[in-house]
């Protein structure tokens, strides 16, 4: 694990090449408030974040710290009060509702606590889902049967939600987000409900498939003993964003 030196700071000076720049997240001074008068929250505050394909990123932090602000800002679920938000070159933060979704849909993938997979789908079929929605960043879509071995899951294809285990369902909801290629991996908290072995196996999957296909990841954890697994960590208190 290495902290990050050269990320943090403005979104056009920082991190490598400027074409890896757009290619990945670039963040700058970003603010998100919610509320009126004395009643404002200020979720984010001034957060700058570069991420390039193929990095792997932490935010760590206190509950209520902004971290899922973050996230939703990243991803184009939330719009900031100000700074802007570039995905694969383009900036969610100036987008209308249906360009964000569009974009969302084609360069971001989600990968959530439980994996959040769909109760009446086999694993197979909940990696088909998100490609019939419209195009894929690359044009074409990664195979869900190679995927699902790739993250170990080839012999359990036809399984659903209930028939796996917790660390399962994870690799399924990891390779889920892959399909469509995305250019930005967005994950919150993949470890909370897993022992240290499946954690490690978890997080170890999620390095590989960062770097293996270049995708830009940001994670979210409270789980410091998964955080040597990642190139940068940041500390993200009462909205601000800082290296670890």
């Given at each position: 694990?290495?902290?990050?030196?050269?990320n943090?700071?403005s979104?056009?000076?920082?991190g490598?090449?400027?074409?890896?720049?757009?290619d990945?997240?670039?963040m700058?001074d970003v603010?998100?408030?919610?509320?009126?008068?004395?009643?404002?929250?200020?979720?984010?505050?001034?957060?700058?974040?570069?991420?390039?394909?193929?990095?792997f990123?932490?935010?760590v932090g206190?509950?209520?710290?902004?971290?899922?602000?973050?996230?939703?800002?990243?991803?184009?679920?939330?719009?900031?009060?100000?700074?802007s938000?570039r995905?694969?070159?383009?900036?969610?933060?100036?987008?209308?509702?249906?360009?964000?979704?569009?974009?969302?849909?084609?360069?971001v993938?989600?990968?959530?606590?439980s994996?959040?997979?769909?109760?009446?789908?086999?694993?197979?079929?909940?990696?088909?889902?998100?490609?019939?929605?419209?195009?894929v960043?690359?044009?074409?879509a990664?195979?869900?049967l190679?995927?699902?071995?790739?993250?170990g899951?080839?012999g359990?294809?036809?399984?659903?939600?209930?028939?796996?285990?917790?660390?399962?369902?994870?690799?399924v909801?990891?390779?889920?987000?892959?399909?469509?290629?995305?250019?930005?991996?967005?994950?919150d908290?993949?470890t909370?409900?897993?022992?240290?072995?499946?954690?490690?196996?978890?997080?170890?999957?999620l390095?590989?498939e960062?770097?293996?296909?270049?995708?830009?990841?940001?994670?979210?954890?409270?789980?410091?003993?998964?955080?040597?697994?990642?190139?940068?960590?940041y500390?993200?208190i009462d909205?601000?964003?800082?290296?670890?």
């Amino acid at each position: 694990m290495s902290t990050h030196t050269d990320n943090l700071g403005s979104a056009a000076g920082a991190g490598g090449p400027a074409g890896r720049q757009r290619d990945g997240l670039v963040m700058g001074d970003v603010c998100l408030r919610f509320g009126d008068g004395e009643d404002t929250v200020l979720a984010l505050d001034g957060v700058s974040l570069t991420v390039a394909p193929g990095e792997f990123v932490a935010v760590v932090g206190p509950s209520g710290a902004g971290k899922s602000s973050l996230l939703a800002v990243a991803g184009g679920l939330s719009v900031p009060t100000s700074g802007s938000v570039r995905v694969a070159g383009r900036d969610m933060a100036v987008a209308n509702r249906r360009a964000r979704t569009t974009l969302r849909r084609e360069t971001v993938g989600f990968v959530f606590q439980s994996g959040n997979l769909l109760p009446a789908l086999t694993a197979v079929d909940q990696l088909r889902l998100p490609t019939r929605f419209g195009p894929v960043t690359n044009g074409t879509a990664r195979d869900p049967l190679t995927l699902l071995a790739e993250v170990g899951m080839a012999g359990k294809a036809n399984r659903r939600p209930h028939q796996l285990s917790g660390g399962e369902r994870q690799r399924v909801g990891i390779a889920r987000a892959l399909v469509t290629n995305p250019r930005l991996l967005l994950v919150d908290e993949p470890t909370a409900a897993l022992d240290r072995v499946r954690s490690h196996e978890v997080v170890e999957l999620l390095a590989r498939e960062t770097r293996e296909h270049g995708v830009a990841t940001v994670m979210v954890t409270h789980d410091q003993d998964v955080l040597r697994h990642c190139d940068t960590v940041y500390e993200m208190i009462d909205g601000k964003l800082t290296p670890a």
